[in-house]
Protein backbone atom coordinates (compact mmCIF):
# COMPACT_ATOMS: atom_id res chain seq x y z
CA UNK A 1 0.00 0.00 0.00
CA UNK A 2 1.18 3.72 -0.31
CA UNK A 3 3.10 5.02 2.11
CA UNK A 4 3.10 8.90 3.77
CA UNK A 5 5.75 9.64 6.70
CA UNK A 6 4.45 12.58 8.24
CA UNK A 7 7.58 14.29 9.80
CA UNK A 8 6.87 16.81 12.67
CA UNK A 9 10.16 18.89 13.33
CA UNK A 10 9.07 22.16 15.27
CA UNK A 11 11.79 22.13 18.32
CA UNK A 12 14.08 25.07 19.20
CA UNK A 13 17.67 24.53 19.96
CA UNK A 14 16.82 25.96 23.52
CA UNK A 15 17.42 22.81 25.69
CA UNK A 16 20.10 22.38 23.42
CA UNK A 17 22.48 25.39 24.47
CA UNK A 18 22.55 26.29 20.49
CA UNK A 19 20.70 29.21 18.33
CA UNK A 20 20.02 26.48 16.02
CA UNK A 21 16.83 24.69 15.80
CA UNK A 22 17.56 21.32 16.89
CA UNK A 23 16.42 19.22 14.44
CA UNK A 24 19.11 20.59 12.12
CA UNK A 25 22.36 20.20 14.56
CA UNK A 26 25.00 18.30 13.02
CA UNK A 27 25.41 14.96 13.63
CA UNK A 28 28.85 13.88 11.78
CA UNK A 29 28.52 16.42 10.18
CA UNK A 30 24.58 16.27 8.55
CA UNK A 31 21.66 18.01 9.86
CA UNK A 32 19.79 15.32 12.47
CA UNK A 33 16.94 15.55 10.49
CA UNK A 34 18.19 14.50 7.21
CA UNK A 35 19.51 11.00 9.29
CA UNK A 36 15.58 10.62 9.67
CA UNK A 37 14.49 11.56 6.07
CA UNK A 38 16.78 9.50 4.46
CA UNK A 39 16.21 6.75 6.88
CA UNK A 40 12.44 6.58 5.84
CA UNK A 41 13.26 7.04 1.98
CA UNK A 42 15.41 4.38 2.16
CA UNK A 43 12.86 1.99 3.84
CA UNK A 44 10.18 2.18 0.95
CA UNK A 45 10.75 3.85 -2.36
CA UNK A 46 6.86 4.41 -2.50
CA UNK A 47 7.10 5.97 0.67
CA UNK A 48 6.13 10.65 0.20
CA UNK A 49 6.90 12.63 3.33
CA UNK A 50 5.68 15.21 4.63
CA UNK A 51 7.83 17.41 6.45
CA UNK A 52 6.63 19.66 8.77
CA UNK A 53 8.77 22.89 9.43
CA UNK A 54 8.29 26.34 11.88
CA UNK A 55 7.59 28.80 9.17
CA UNK A 56 10.87 30.18 9.88
CA UNK A 57 12.82 27.13 9.60
CA UNK A 58 10.79 26.50 5.77
CA UNK A 59 13.95 27.85 3.99
CA UNK A 60 16.23 25.94 5.78
CA UNK A 61 14.39 22.65 5.00
CA UNK A 62 14.04 23.83 1.41
CA UNK A 63 18.15 23.99 0.94
CA UNK A 64 18.12 20.34 2.87
CA UNK A 65 15.70 18.90 0.91
CA UNK A 66 17.52 20.20 -2.65
CA UNK A 67 20.65 19.01 -1.25
CA UNK A 68 19.43 15.88 -0.97
CA UNK A 69 18.06 15.60 -4.02
CA UNK A 70 14.85 14.48 -2.69
CA UNK A 71 12.71 17.65 -3.95
CA UNK A 72 9.99 15.06 -5.26
CA UNK A 73 9.50 13.13 -2.23
CA UNK A 74 9.72 15.35 0.43
CA UNK A 75 7.15 18.01 0.82
CA UNK A 76 7.25 20.98 2.80
CA UNK A 77 4.89 22.57 5.52
CA UNK A 78 4.03 24.81 7.95
CA UNK A 79 3.52 23.69 11.33
CA UNK A 80 1.00 24.74 13.41
CA UNK A 81 0.66 25.86 17.23
CA UNK A 82 0.60 22.70 18.85
CA UNK A 83 1.81 18.99 17.67
CA UNK A 84 -2.02 18.01 17.12
CA UNK A 85 -1.70 21.43 14.94
CA UNK A 86 1.26 20.47 12.96
CA UNK A 87 0.30 17.00 12.20
CA UNK A 88 -3.09 18.28 10.79
CA UNK A 89 -1.36 20.35 8.94
CA UNK A 90 0.54 17.67 7.57
CA UNK A 91 -2.04 14.86 7.11
CA UNK A 92 -4.17 17.95 4.78
CA UNK A 93 -1.78 17.06 2.01
CA UNK A 94 -2.79 12.88 2.23
CA UNK A 95 -6.46 12.40 -0.14
CA UNK A 96 -5.08 8.56 -0.93
CA UNK A 97 -5.29 5.41 0.90
CA UNK A 98 -2.15 4.50 2.93
CA UNK A 99 -0.47 3.95 5.91
CA UNK A 100 1.00 6.58 7.38
CA UNK A 101 4.01 7.19 10.03
CA UNK A 102 3.66 10.26 12.08
CA UNK A 103 7.54 10.96 12.91
CA UNK A 104 9.62 13.06 15.48
CA UNK A 105 12.04 14.90 13.51
CA UNK A 106 14.41 14.57 15.99
CA UNK A 107 14.22 10.69 16.55
CA UNK A 108 16.86 10.75 13.95
CA UNK A 109 18.09 6.69 14.87
CA UNK A 110 14.99 5.33 13.95
CA UNK A 111 15.95 2.19 12.21
CA UNK A 112 14.28 0.49 8.94
CA UNK A 113 13.41 -2.55 11.14
CA UNK A 114 11.34 -0.48 13.36
CA UNK A 115 9.55 1.11 10.84
CA UNK A 116 8.55 -2.14 8.62
CA UNK A 117 7.93 -3.73 11.99
CA UNK A 118 5.23 -0.51 12.37
CA UNK A 119 3.80 -0.78 8.70
CA UNK A 120 3.03 -4.71 8.74
CA UNK A 121 1.31 -4.39 12.87
CA UNK A 122 -0.39 -1.35 10.96
CA UNK A 123 -1.82 -2.76 7.94
CA UNK A 124 -3.20 -6.23 9.91
CA UNK A 125 -4.19 -4.61 13.04
CA UNK A 126 -4.94 -0.60 12.15
CA UNK A 127 -2.29 0.93 14.49
CA UNK A 128 1.27 0.45 15.47
CA UNK A 129 2.80 2.45 18.40
CA UNK A 130 6.16 1.80 19.46
CA UNK A 131 7.08 1.76 22.94
CA UNK A 132 9.77 0.06 25.32
CA UNK A 133 9.21 -0.56 28.98
CA UNK A 134 11.49 1.66 31.54
CA UNK A 135 14.41 0.68 33.82
CA UNK A 136 13.87 2.63 36.55
CA UNK A 137 11.09 2.65 39.31
CA UNK A 138 8.61 4.67 38.29
CA UNK A 139 6.36 6.60 40.86
CA UNK A 140 2.61 8.96 40.44
CA UNK A 141 2.65 11.84 42.20
CA UNK A 142 -0.66 13.54 43.36
CA UNK A 143 -1.73 15.99 45.45
CA UNK A 144 1.40 16.15 47.51
CA UNK A 145 1.39 12.43 47.43
CA UNK A 146 3.14 9.64 45.85
CA UNK A 147 2.49 5.98 44.88
CA UNK A 148 4.86 3.38 43.62
CA UNK A 149 3.49 2.03 40.06
CA UNK A 150 4.55 -1.04 38.52
CA UNK A 151 7.27 -0.57 35.70
CA UNK A 152 6.33 -3.64 33.99
CA UNK A 153 3.35 -2.54 32.85
CA UNK A 154 4.53 1.21 31.56
CA UNK A 155 5.84 1.91 28.41
CA UNK A 156 7.91 4.42 27.13
CA UNK A 157 6.06 5.57 23.75
CA UNK A 158 7.90 6.87 20.71
CA UNK A 159 7.08 7.27 17.06
CA UNK A 160 6.85 6.77 14.21
CA UNK A 161 3.51 6.03 15.67
CA UNK A 162 1.88 4.29 12.37
CA UNK A 163 -1.17 4.21 11.45
CA UNK A 164 -4.01 3.05 8.43
CA UNK A 165 -5.32 6.28 6.77
CA UNK A 166 -8.64 5.64 7.68
CA UNK A 167 -8.30 5.45 11.03
CA UNK A 168 -6.16 8.99 11.31
CA UNK A 169 -7.53 11.20 8.73
CA UNK A 170 -10.84 11.18 10.44
CA UNK A 171 -9.55 11.35 13.51
CA UNK A 172 -7.85 14.60 13.10
CA UNK A 173 -10.89 16.08 11.96
CA UNK A 174 -12.02 16.54 15.74
CA UNK A 175 -11.76 19.81 17.88
CA UNK A 176 -8.43 20.26 19.68
CA UNK A 177 -8.18 18.94 22.98
CA UNK A 178 -5.20 19.55 25.47
CA UNK A 179 -5.07 15.85 25.82
CA UNK A 180 -3.95 15.43 22.51
CA UNK A 181 0.01 14.73 23.12
CA UNK A 182 0.70 12.08 20.72
CA UNK A 183 -1.50 10.66 17.73
CA UNK A 184 -2.41 7.78 20.07
CA UNK A 185 -4.01 9.87 22.27
CA UNK A 186 -6.27 11.73 19.11
CA UNK A 187 -6.85 8.02 17.73
CA UNK A 188 -8.31 6.77 20.95
CA UNK A 189 -10.52 9.73 21.51
CA UNK A 190 -12.23 9.38 17.93
CA UNK A 191 -13.35 5.96 19.40
CA UNK A 192 -10.63 3.56 18.11
CA UNK A 193 -8.64 1.18 19.73
CA UNK A 194 -4.26 1.73 19.57
CA UNK A 195 -2.19 -1.12 19.41
CA UNK A 196 1.42 -1.04 20.30
CA UNK A 197 4.38 -2.93 18.84
CA UNK A 198 7.84 -3.39 21.08
CA UNK A 199 9.75 -0.57 19.81
CA UNK A 200 13.59 0.31 20.28
CA UNK A 201 15.88 1.57 22.84
CA UNK A 202 17.99 3.32 20.84
CA UNK A 203 15.71 5.04 18.91
CA UNK A 204 16.22 8.39 21.10
CA UNK A 205 14.81 11.53 20.98
CA UNK A 206 17.45 14.19 20.82
CA UNK A 207 16.49 16.81 23.61
CA UNK A 208 19.71 17.44 25.85
CA UNK A 209 22.93 18.40 24.26
CA UNK A 210 24.60 14.71 25.95
CA UNK A 211 21.69 13.07 23.39
CA UNK A 212 23.83 14.43 20.47
CA UNK A 213 26.71 12.49 22.03
CA UNK A 214 25.05 9.72 22.23
CA UNK A 215 23.34 9.84 19.08
CA UNK A 216 26.85 9.32 17.40
CA UNK A 217 28.10 6.83 19.21
CA UNK A 218 24.66 4.23 18.62
CA UNK A 219 25.08 5.73 14.86
CA UNK A 220 28.62 4.53 14.46
CA UNK A 221 27.21 0.72 16.36
CA UNK A 222 24.85 1.11 13.28
CA UNK A 223 26.96 1.83 10.80
CA UNK A 224 29.51 -1.56 11.42
CA UNK A 225 27.09 -3.68 12.52
CA UNK B 1 24.16 13.83 62.49
CA UNK B 2 26.22 10.56 61.90
CA UNK B 3 26.00 9.35 58.15
CA UNK B 4 25.86 5.87 55.92
CA UNK B 5 25.95 5.07 52.59
CA UNK B 6 24.85 1.44 52.12
CA UNK B 7 25.77 0.73 48.06
CA UNK B 8 24.80 -1.91 46.62
CA UNK B 9 26.13 -3.11 44.00
CA UNK B 10 24.91 -6.99 42.75
CA UNK B 11 24.83 -6.98 38.64
CA UNK B 12 26.34 -9.02 36.51
CA UNK B 13 27.97 -7.60 33.44
CA UNK B 14 25.19 -9.57 31.62
CA UNK B 15 23.63 -6.98 29.72
CA UNK B 16 27.44 -5.31 29.15
CA UNK B 17 27.90 -8.04 27.10
CA UNK B 18 31.32 -8.59 29.72
CA UNK B 19 32.26 -11.22 31.82
CA UNK B 20 33.40 -8.03 34.38
CA UNK B 21 30.54 -7.58 36.68
CA UNK B 22 29.43 -4.33 35.51
CA UNK B 23 30.41 -2.40 39.12
CA UNK B 24 33.96 -3.18 38.54
CA UNK B 25 33.91 -2.16 34.65
CA UNK B 26 36.36 0.59 33.58
CA UNK B 27 35.64 4.22 33.34
CA UNK B 28 38.26 7.01 32.52
CA UNK B 29 40.51 3.58 33.89
CA UNK B 30 38.90 3.62 37.46
CA UNK B 31 36.00 0.73 38.47
CA UNK B 32 32.25 2.73 38.03
CA UNK B 33 32.21 1.59 41.40
CA UNK B 34 35.65 3.63 42.88
CA UNK B 35 33.96 6.75 41.49
CA UNK B 36 30.79 6.28 43.13
CA UNK B 37 32.33 5.54 47.05
CA UNK B 38 34.36 8.44 46.42
CA UNK B 39 32.11 10.67 45.78
CA UNK B 40 30.34 9.34 48.85
CA UNK B 41 33.40 9.96 50.94
CA UNK B 42 34.57 13.15 49.55
CA UNK B 43 30.81 14.99 50.27
CA UNK B 44 31.00 13.77 54.28
CA UNK B 45 34.08 13.57 56.51
CA UNK B 46 31.85 11.52 59.02
CA UNK B 47 30.33 9.42 56.48
CA UNK B 48 31.15 5.63 56.41
CA UNK B 49 30.12 3.15 53.76
CA UNK B 50 28.65 -0.54 53.85
CA UNK B 51 29.77 -1.73 50.40
CA UNK B 52 27.27 -4.82 49.89
CA UNK B 53 29.03 -7.26 46.88
CA UNK B 54 28.12 -10.69 45.65
CA UNK B 55 29.96 -13.48 47.24
CA UNK B 56 32.06 -13.95 44.28
CA UNK B 57 33.21 -9.88 44.53
CA UNK B 58 34.12 -9.09 47.98
CA UNK B 59 37.87 -10.05 46.71
CA UNK B 60 38.00 -7.68 43.98
CA UNK B 61 35.46 -5.19 46.26
CA UNK B 62 38.56 -5.50 49.02
CA UNK B 63 41.51 -4.73 46.45
CA UNK B 64 39.74 -1.95 44.98
CA UNK B 65 38.75 -0.46 48.56
CA UNK B 66 42.64 -1.06 49.84
CA UNK B 67 44.13 0.45 46.53
CA UNK B 68 41.54 3.87 47.56
CA UNK B 69 43.41 3.24 51.29
CA UNK B 70 39.59 3.39 52.41
CA UNK B 71 39.64 0.59 54.90
CA UNK B 72 38.87 2.50 57.48
CA UNK B 73 35.69 4.34 55.75
CA UNK B 74 34.56 1.27 53.84
CA UNK B 75 33.17 -1.79 55.57
CA UNK B 76 32.23 -4.84 52.68
CA UNK B 77 29.65 -7.45 53.40
CA UNK B 78 27.91 -9.69 51.00
CA UNK B 79 25.19 -9.64 49.48
CA UNK B 80 21.91 -11.68 49.79
CA UNK B 81 19.17 -13.10 46.79
CA UNK B 82 17.03 -9.65 45.98
CA UNK B 83 17.31 -6.12 46.79
CA UNK B 84 15.41 -6.84 49.74
CA UNK B 85 17.97 -9.19 51.55
CA UNK B 86 21.59 -7.17 50.37
CA UNK B 87 20.57 -3.68 51.86
CA UNK B 88 19.15 -5.91 55.07
CA UNK B 89 22.61 -7.43 55.15
CA UNK B 90 23.92 -3.91 55.01
CA UNK B 91 22.03 -2.10 57.16
CA UNK B 92 22.61 -5.39 59.87
CA UNK B 93 25.86 -3.19 60.25
CA UNK B 94 23.81 -0.23 61.36
CA UNK B 95 23.60 0.58 65.16
CA UNK B 96 23.77 4.28 65.77
CA UNK B 97 21.37 6.91 65.29
CA UNK B 98 22.18 8.04 61.57
CA UNK B 99 21.06 9.30 58.26
CA UNK B 100 21.18 6.75 55.67
CA UNK B 101 22.05 6.54 52.21
CA UNK B 102 20.63 3.50 49.97
CA UNK B 103 22.62 3.98 46.82
CA UNK B 104 23.12 1.79 43.03
CA UNK B 105 26.71 0.94 43.02
CA UNK B 106 26.44 1.65 39.55
CA UNK B 107 24.77 5.17 39.66
CA UNK B 108 28.52 6.32 39.30
CA UNK B 109 27.70 9.64 38.51
CA UNK B 110 25.86 11.11 41.42
CA UNK B 111 27.16 14.54 42.59
CA UNK B 112 27.96 15.87 45.87
CA UNK B 113 25.48 18.53 45.45
CA UNK B 114 22.56 15.66 44.93
CA UNK B 115 24.07 13.75 48.06
CA UNK B 116 23.94 17.20 50.06
CA UNK B 117 20.28 17.55 48.94
CA UNK B 118 18.87 14.23 49.99
CA UNK B 119 20.47 14.24 53.39
CA UNK B 120 18.91 17.87 54.04
CA UNK B 121 15.62 16.69 53.59
CA UNK B 122 15.61 13.21 54.96
CA UNK B 123 16.90 15.17 58.22
CA UNK B 124 14.19 17.57 58.35
CA UNK B 125 10.89 15.38 56.87
CA UNK B 126 12.67 11.88 57.83
CA UNK B 127 13.21 10.38 53.67
CA UNK B 128 14.61 12.24 50.37
CA UNK B 129 13.83 10.00 47.31
CA UNK B 130 15.36 11.83 44.37
CA UNK B 131 13.19 11.80 40.74
CA UNK B 132 13.05 13.22 37.66
CA UNK B 133 10.20 13.77 35.34
CA UNK B 134 10.23 11.33 32.23
CA UNK B 135 10.65 13.41 28.75
CA UNK B 136 8.68 11.18 26.89
CA UNK B 137 4.63 9.80 26.89
CA UNK B 138 3.42 6.88 28.91
CA UNK B 139 1.20 4.60 28.67
CA UNK B 140 0.09 2.01 31.53
CA UNK B 141 -0.55 -1.99 29.62
CA UNK B 142 -2.82 -4.52 31.38
CA UNK B 143 -4.70 -7.15 29.51
CA UNK B 144 -3.62 -6.25 26.43
CA UNK B 145 -5.23 -2.59 26.75
CA UNK B 146 -3.16 -0.03 26.98
CA UNK B 147 -4.42 4.02 28.81
CA UNK B 148 -2.74 6.90 28.52
CA UNK B 149 -1.61 8.58 31.66
CA UNK B 150 -0.02 11.84 32.25
CA UNK B 151 4.09 12.14 32.22
CA UNK B 152 3.83 15.50 34.35
CA UNK B 153 2.61 13.26 37.34
CA UNK B 154 5.19 10.41 36.92
CA UNK B 155 8.78 10.42 38.12
CA UNK B 156 11.49 8.32 37.52
CA UNK B 157 12.93 7.04 40.57
CA UNK B 158 16.98 7.19 41.40
CA UNK B 159 19.20 6.51 44.20
CA UNK B 160 20.33 7.66 46.58
CA UNK B 161 17.11 6.89 48.56
CA UNK B 162 18.00 8.75 52.08
CA UNK B 163 15.92 8.38 55.14
CA UNK B 164 16.89 8.73 58.65
CA UNK B 165 17.41 5.82 60.80
CA UNK B 166 14.83 5.56 62.86
CA UNK B 167 12.38 4.96 60.04
CA UNK B 168 14.62 3.00 57.72
CA UNK B 169 15.90 0.13 60.31
CA UNK B 170 12.81 -0.75 62.09
CA UNK B 171 10.92 -1.32 58.10
CA UNK B 172 13.62 -3.37 57.18
CA UNK B 173 12.48 -5.83 59.81
CA UNK B 174 9.75 -6.77 57.95
CA UNK B 175 9.02 -9.85 55.83
CA UNK B 176 9.96 -9.65 52.69
CA UNK B 177 7.65 -9.18 49.77
CA UNK B 178 7.86 -8.88 46.22
CA UNK B 179 6.56 -5.66 45.82
CA UNK B 180 9.52 -4.04 47.48
CA UNK B 181 11.30 -3.12 44.52
CA UNK B 182 12.96 -0.38 46.25
CA UNK B 183 13.83 1.20 50.04
CA UNK B 184 10.75 3.77 49.09
CA UNK B 185 8.04 0.67 49.23
CA UNK B 186 9.33 -1.11 51.83
CA UNK B 187 8.97 2.01 54.33
CA UNK B 188 5.18 2.62 52.59
CA UNK B 189 4.64 -1.25 53.64
CA UNK B 190 5.94 -0.27 57.45
CA UNK B 191 3.35 2.26 57.35
CA UNK B 192 5.37 5.49 56.65
CA UNK B 193 5.10 8.25 54.09
CA UNK B 194 8.15 9.12 51.76
CA UNK B 195 9.17 12.53 50.08
CA UNK B 196 10.47 13.10 46.79
CA UNK B 197 13.12 15.63 45.73
CA UNK B 198 14.62 16.98 42.68
CA UNK B 199 17.07 14.42 41.51
CA UNK B 200 19.55 14.81 38.95
CA UNK B 201 18.99 13.45 34.64
CA UNK B 202 22.27 12.97 34.75
CA UNK B 203 22.46 10.42 37.60
CA UNK B 204 22.61 7.68 35.17
CA UNK B 205 22.24 3.68 35.95
CA UNK B 206 25.29 1.93 34.22
CA UNK B 207 22.92 -0.80 32.45
CA UNK B 208 23.86 -0.99 28.89
CA UNK B 209 27.14 -0.33 26.81
CA UNK B 210 25.98 2.78 25.46
CA UNK B 211 25.77 3.84 29.02
CA UNK B 212 29.25 4.13 29.54
CA UNK B 213 30.22 5.93 26.73
CA UNK B 214 27.42 8.55 27.87
CA UNK B 215 29.00 8.23 31.66
CA UNK B 216 32.33 9.59 30.55
CA UNK B 217 30.70 12.36 28.55
CA UNK B 218 28.84 13.36 31.86
CA UNK B 219 31.76 12.73 33.65
CA UNK B 220 34.13 15.04 31.42
CA UNK B 221 31.75 17.65 31.68
CA UNK B 222 31.44 17.70 35.72
CA UNK B 223 35.21 17.65 35.59
CA UNK B 224 35.78 20.40 33.42
CA UNK B 225 32.72 22.86 34.94
Redesign the interface.
Known amino acids: MKKFAVIVAGGSGQRMGSDIPKQFLLLKGKPLLQYTLQTFLKTYSDLQIILVLPHADIETGEEMVCKMNMEKRVQITTGGATRFHSVQNGLNEIRERSIIFVHDGVRCLVTEQLIADCYQQALEKGSA ?1 P ?1 VT ?9 DG ?2 Q ?2 D ?1 N ?6 TPQTFISGILLPAFNQQYQP ?1 F ?2 E ?2 VV ?1 AAGN ?2 H ?1 IDGD ?2 NL ?1 I ?2 P ?1 DL ?2 AE ?2 LE ?1 QLTS
Do not use: F, N
Not at 134 to 142: A, G, H
Open positions: IAPTDSLRVEQDSTIRKVRIIQSTDATEKVLYDKTRIVIKIA
